[in-house]
């Protein structure tokens, strides 16, 4: 008994392993505040669909809210497309693929650096031109430890 709910521990756990979704703090230690370089913050990170993007600030100075791409540019809000967020801690799901654009919406922040956008993609194997070995690795991993399961079961039935 005990050995088979292991073994599905086991294969519950490879079928989920590719697909672990991660929280992105903004901004890291600085947190969602003026002066920080979101660009370079987001820059060689993968937002994937799952993840989510959690905005820690100052509620006194700032917020968030997700704007449309012109209004990125602008820095302008003609209407949110999510938001106002004003918790300070503020959790958001990135449900869906695409770009998300999200500013401060206190005067002149945008413009002082509060301006982050994301290109949310769907996980999965990366189109890789030039394969490296490290993914295909773990998919054999996970086949052979899924095939020694499956076969377990079967002398243990
Ligand atoms: C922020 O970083 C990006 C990428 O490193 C750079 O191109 C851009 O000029 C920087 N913006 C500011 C306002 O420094
Ligand atoms: C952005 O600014 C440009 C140039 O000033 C203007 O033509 C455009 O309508 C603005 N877009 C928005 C969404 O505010
Ligand atoms: C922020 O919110 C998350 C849950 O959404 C919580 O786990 C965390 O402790 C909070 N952090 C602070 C500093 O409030």
Redesign the pocket.
């Known amino acids: 008994m005990a050995s088979k709910a292991f073994l599905m521990t086991i294969m519950v756990a490879a079928a989920v392993a590719p697909a672990i979704a991660t929280d992105y703090m903004v901004g890291d230690a600085d947190g969602w505040k003026l002066n920080v370089n979101y660009t370079q913050w987001a820059a060689g990170k993968s937002f994937h669909v799952g993840d989510s993007l959690m905005f820690m600030y100052n509620t006194a100075q700032h917020n968030v809210i997700q704007v449309?791409g012109?209004?990125f540019?602008?820095c302008?809000n003609?209407g949110a497309l999510g938001g106002p967020y004003k918790s300070g801690n503020d959790t958001i799901a990135l449900d869906t693929p695409g770009r998300r654009w999200y500013i401060c919406d206190t005067e002149g922040h945008c413009e002082g650096g509060m301006k982050l956008v994301v290109a949310v993609t769907v996980p999965g194997p990366a189109p890789a031109p030039a394969p490296s070995s490290q993914a295909p690795a773990i998919r054999s991993v996970v086949w052979v430890v899924a095939s020694m399961a499956a076969a377990f079961l079967m002398i243990m039935a």
């Open positions: 449309s012109p209004d540019k602008n302008t003609s």
